[in-house]
């Protein structure tokens, strides 16, 4: 990153910090100072922290240079993925194990915030978020001077909604929310009908936070001290499974009222755990079909990814990678263990690199999931990652590993799922999808796949192998609402398999 002086360009750019392996940060500007998110090790009290999470650090504009950034402590335990920087206001946005919180600190700011951040703390105080918010991504928060911050925020129970946040009065306004026909109706100005209100102030809410906490004025500008939100129908719960190791992973549950935790339903595991990519468990009115079924939905919050920070993303990658595929499993015992799903219901489902991590796990467990849907799946990854030629190949050395070394070869190659298909084993039910259009994982990936484990696997005319290759589509799909018809193929594929 380098800087500018707007007043006198001609002075030419000077560097903030130079380049260094495995070390990130992002600036902001602020009054002559500079405010950094980093996971460079800082100095505070004498002592150096970790390399790993984000740290929020501070030095002058004028005193450049790692050696110069000291950490402000704003406490809490969350991990810090972002910022936004206002006049009055430093925005936080951050991760308490996998659900979001955004902190607010008072500008100007010192070195001297609370590190224990106690609710009184007249420096940062934690911005109250409607019911089970599980998804928030900052809106368009370009107006420095500003003192509103507009988010949009939902819930595997509260459909999107647009909200913009009052920094100094505390009040929130509701802008927009998506409507679910059939089950909630937005009518400008009137409360929302149809669903169960969410109240956004609260006597519990009011003892929690230090200041007099805002209200909620409705959609349209009415008076309505409410949103949308369907926890009336559904339950979501967040949950911590022990991994074989020992460490507790999140995993998200979400489920129907009319369900019964009896151990006899039928339930979809989903995970990711690469790139420290946060797994999306906001708002998706695909699911309802599956849940008014009687389904359980879980999302498991896997090493690997970044649901706990950088700490979490580095503890899932290159030679830890199978920590992801024991934390997977590991979730799908507990779902078993603890009644949320029967054994021979129970299935799963990767996407892109989730694939990978889902077919690890069958070639683990083959008795793990009664079927298995692999979108794109990146799967054969020993011969990828050798392959040079292909685009995407060096700059994955970094999550992966190069397998040139030997050493990473090797260790690549003990999790590969192309690479360790069982002989006369019985796998599951599966249904693969490729793209022959697809730039980031090649289509002969998922074929060869399923060639390998028709060829290898036990014979079972009852765990079917299925191979769906679209020709025009690409990594990421097809045209609007084309993704509608692939769920409605992914779910009948489970429907049938699970014996409805």
């Given at each position: 990153?380098?800087?500018?002086?707007?007043?006198?360009?001609?002075?030419?750019?000077?560097?903030?910090?130079?380049?260094?392996?495995?070390?990130?940060?992002?600036v902001?500007?602020?009054?002559?100072?500079?405010l950094?998110?980093?996971n460079q090790?800082?100095?505070?009290?004498?002592?150096?922290?970790n390399?790993?999470?984000?740290?929020?650090?501070?030095?002058?504009?004028?005193s450049l240079?790692?050696?110069?950034?000291q950490e402000?402590?704003?406490?809490?335990?969350?991990?810090i993925?972002?910022?936004?920087?206002?006049?009055?206001h430093?925005?936080?946005y951050?991760?308490?194990?996998?659900?979001?919180c955004?902190?607010?600190?008072?500008?100007?700011?010192?070195l001297?915030?609370?590190?224990?951040?106690?609710?009184?703390?007249?420096h940062?105080?934690?911005?109250?978020?409607?019911?089970?918010?599980?998804?928030?991504?900052?809106?368009?928060n370009?107006?420095?001077y500003?003192?509103?911050?507009?988010?949009?925020?939902?819930?595997?129970?509260?459909?999107?909604?647009?909200?913009?946040?009052?920094?100094?009065?505390?009040?929130c306004t509701?802008?927009?929310q998506?409507?679910?026909?059939?089950?909630t109706r937005?009518i400008?100005?009137?409360?929302?009908?149809?669903?169960k209100?969410?109240?956004f102030t609260?006597?519990e809410?009011?003892?929690?936070?230090w200041?007099a906490?805002?209200r909620?004025?409705?959609i349209?500008?009415?008076?309505s001290d409410?949103?949308?939100?369907l926890?009336?129908?559904?339950?979501?719960?967040?949950?911590?499974?022990?991994?074989?190791?020992?460490?507790?992973i999140?995993?998200?549950?979400?489920?129907s009222?009319?369900?019964?935790?009896?151990?006899?339903?039928a339930?979809?595991?989903?995970?990711?755990?690469?790139?420290?990519?946060?797994?999306d468990?906001?708002?998706?009115?695909?699911?309802?079909?599956l849940?008014?079924?009687?389904?359980v939905?879980?999302?498991?919050h896997?090493?690997?990814?970044?649901?706990?920070?950088?700490?979490?993303?580095h503890?899932?990658?290159?030679q830890?990678?199978?920590?992801s595929?024991?934390?997977?499993?590991?979730?799908?015992?507990?779902?078993?263990?603890?009644?949320y799903?029967?054994?021979?219901?129970?299935?799963?489902k990767?996407?892109?690199?989730?694939?990978?991590?889902?077919?690890?796990?069958?070639?683990?467990?083959?008795?793990?999931?009664?079927?298995a849907?692999?979108?794109?799946?990146?799967?054969?990854?020993?011969?990828?990652?050798?392959?040079?030629?292909?685009p995407?190949?060096?700059?994955?050395?970094e999550?992966?590993?190069?397998?040139?070394?030997v050493e990473n070869?090797?260790?690549i190659?003990?999790?590969?799922?192309?690479?360790?298909?069982?002989?006369?084993?019985?796998?599951?039910?599966?249904?693969?999808?490729?793209s022959?259009?697809d730039?980031?994982?090649?289509?002969w990936?998922?074929?060869k796949w399923?060639?390998?484990?028709r060829e290898?696997?036990e014979?079972n005319s009852?765990?079917?192998?299925?191979?769906?290759?679209?020709?025009?589509?690409?990594?990421?799909g097809?045209?609007?609402y084309?993704?509608?018809?692939?769920?409605?193929?992914?779910y009948?594929?489970?429907?049938?398999m699970?014996?409805?």
């Amino acid at each position: 990153v380098y800087l500018i002086d707007a007043e006198n360009p001609a002075t030419g750019l000077k560097l903030v910090e130079r380049r260094r392996p495995g070390v990130e940060y992002y600036v902001e500007h602020y009054h002559g100072n500079l405010l950094v998110l980093s996971n460079q090790p800082a100095c505070i009290g004498g002592m150096k922290t970790n390399v790993g999470s984000y740290q929020l650090l501070k030095c002058s504009a004028d005193s450049l240079g790692s050696e110069y950034w000291q950490e402000i402590a704003v406490g809490g335990g969350a991990a810090i993925y972002d910022m936004d920087v206002f006049d009055k206001h430093l925005v936080l946005y951050q991760l308490k194990g996998g659900i979001p919180c955004i902190r607010i600190l008072d500008m100007p700011i010192s070195l001297e915030v609370d590190a224990n951040s106690h609710t009184g703390d007249p420096h940062s105080w934690i911005l109250p978020l409607p019911g089970d918010v599980c998804s928030v991504s900052p809106g368009s928060n370009i107006d420095y001077y500003s003192s509103t911050l507009r988010l949009v925020v939902s819930s595997p129970l509260l459909p999107e909604a647009v909200l913009d946040y009052d920094l100094l009065n505390r009040d929130c306004t509701a802008l927009q929310q998506q409507e679910v026909l059939g089950i909630t109706r937005q009518i400008p100005g009137r409360p929302v009908t149809d669903s169960k209100t969410l109240k956004f102030t609260s006597p519990e809410v009011k003892k929690r936070f230090w200041a007099a906490n805002g209200r909620l004025i409705g959609i349209g500008g009415g008076s309505s001290d409410s949103l949308a939100d369907l926890s009336h129908i559904y339950a979501c719960e967040h949950l911590q499974v022990a991994s074989a190791d020992g460490v507790d992973i999140p995993l998200t549950v979400v489920y129907s009222h009319n369900y019964k935790r009896d151990g006899s339903n039928a339930a979809l595991l989903m995970g990711y755990g690469a790139y420290g990519e946060v797994l999306d468990i906001g708002w998706c009115s695909d699911q309802l079909s599956l849940l008014d079924r009687g389904w359980v939905l879980a999302f498991a919050h896997v090493r690997g990814g970044g649901e706990l920070g950088k700490a979490w993303h580095h503890s899932g990658m290159m030679q830890q990678k199978w920590n992801s595929i024991n934390d997977f499993i590991s979730c799908a015992d507990f779902l078993v263990q603890k009644s949320y799903a029967n054994r021979r219901r129970l299935c799963a489902k990767g996407v892109s690199a989730g694939g990978l991590l889902v077919s690890a796990a069958i070639n683990v467990r083959p008795d793990l999931f009664c079927a298995a849907i692999l979108k794109v799946p990146f799967i054969d990854i020993c011969n990828t990652m050798l392959d040079e030629s292909l685009p995407l190949t060096i700059p994955e050395y970094e999550e992966w590993g190069n397998p040139n070394a030997v050493e990473n070869f090797h260790y690549i190659r003990s999790y590969s799922p192309y690479d360790n298909v069982h002989e006369r084993a019985s796998y599951p039910a599966m249904f693969v999808t490729a793209s022959f259009l697809d730039t980031r994982v090649g289509y002969w990936e998922a074929a060869k796949w399923v060639a390998r484990v028709r060829e290898l696997a036990e014979k079972n005319s009852n765990q079917v192998v299925i191979l769906k290759t679209s020709m025009s589509c690409g990594h990421f799909g097809g045209i609007q609402y084309h993704h509608i018809k692939e769920t409605a193929v992914e779910y009948a594929f489970l429907i049938k398999m699970i014996g409805v």
